[in-house]
């Protein structure tokens, strides 16, 4: 183990020739040197550039919570389920994040009106402009919107998704729809 002294940086004098000395500076707490000539140095570098992805980093990737809605049609707002058909309610995220994007895809061509994917936070649709994904006259069958602004959502959310339909045709189409989240 090496104990440094805790001095002054202005009180510590220049060492011998081929000599440093170690201490931390009393004023700010920080590790420091002086060398032979008498300058002073410390530890710390520059700060690093922040990565490709921001703040947030390839630590936190994105991922989809997946669910599913069986014979969308006609005009009828179904939440969507997960995992299997007795579980309708939406995923209970352990942490904070945010949600980036929301993708709507049917296993069949619409031929009549609308089919949008909602994203559903707490019980609370999120319906501001570019936070749905809609299949119409034209996007046919499947549409990922990645939202302009993320939707940022606490720990413990239940973070999901429904569909609204109107005269939407054909009725029995069955839809997937992809909520993509991360960590923050």
């Known amino acids: 183990m090496i104990t440094f002294l805790k001095r002054l940086a202005a009180s510590v004098a220049a060492p011998a020739a081929g000599k440093v000395r170690f201490f931390v500076d009393s004023a700010d707490g920080l590790p420091k040197y002086r060398d032979e000539s008498g300058a002073l140095g410390d530890f710390v570098g520059p700060q690093g550039p922040i990565g490709p992805e921001g703040p947030a980093g390839a630590g936190n990737p994105e991922f989809p919570i997946v669910g599913g809605v069986s014979a969308v049609g006609g005009n009828a707002t179904t939440s969507a389920g997960y995992g299997d058909a007795t579980c309708d309610a939406p995923v209970r995220i352990p942490y904070a994040g945010e949600v980036l994007a929301i993708t709507l895809s049917l296993n069949g061509a619409r031929t009549a009106g609308t089919c949008t994917a909602a994203i559903v936070i707490d019980g609370v649709p999120q319906l501001l402009p570019g936070q749905t994904a809609t299949v119409d006259g034209t996007n046919t069958q499947a549409i990922t919107t990645v939202l302009s602004t993320p939707i940022p959502f606490a720990a413990n959310a239940h973070v999901g998704a429904r569909t609204t339909t109107v005269a939407f ?12 989240i991360r960590k923050t």
């Open 169 to 180: 045709a054909p009725t029995g189409a069955d839809a997937t729809i992809s909520v993509w």
